[in-house]
């Protein structure tokens, strides 16, 4: 019902900045919330960031909060995380999320992009 596609990963060096976008599609009236999540290999994933429709903006710690910036633009269905001075740490496959506020079943996520950070 509602089809999220990530772009902007990609292989960095240390120090670098990436920008990632998600495109949302469907019945996105249904979801108020998006965000990003990050998965590394055998680890559960963990939310980066996320944005209500009402434009607040939530980070998981304060590494992420001086680094990241995340922002949405409904007029294109679209939210955005951008990231400095990345660490070879953010390694990870990142992940958009659409979600409902009270009804759980809500969720949609996307396929995911790879963020590499090495030298």
């Known amino acids: 019902q509602v089809q999220l596609v990530e772009s902007g990963g990609g292989l960095v060096q240390p120090g670098g900045s990436l920008r990632l976008s998600c495109v949302a599609s469907g019945n996105i009236f249904k979801t108020q919330v998006m965000g990003w999540y990050r998965q590394a290999p055998g680890k559960q994933r963990e939310l980066v960031a996320e944005?209500?429709?009402?434009?607040?903006?939530?980070y998981a710690d304060d590494d992420v909060r001086g680094r990241f910036t995340i922002s949405r633009d409904d007029s294109k269905n679209m939210v955005y995380l951008q990231m400095h001075n990345l660490k070879p740490e953010d390694t990870d496959v990142y992940y958009c999320?659409?979600?409902?506020?009270?009804?759980?079943?809500?969720?949609?996520w996307g396929q995911g992009t790879q963020v590499i950070v090495s030298a």
């Open positions: 999320n659409a979600r409902n506020l009270v009804v759980s079943r809500y969720e949609y």
């Open positions: 944005i209500t429709s009402l434009n607040n903006p939530t």
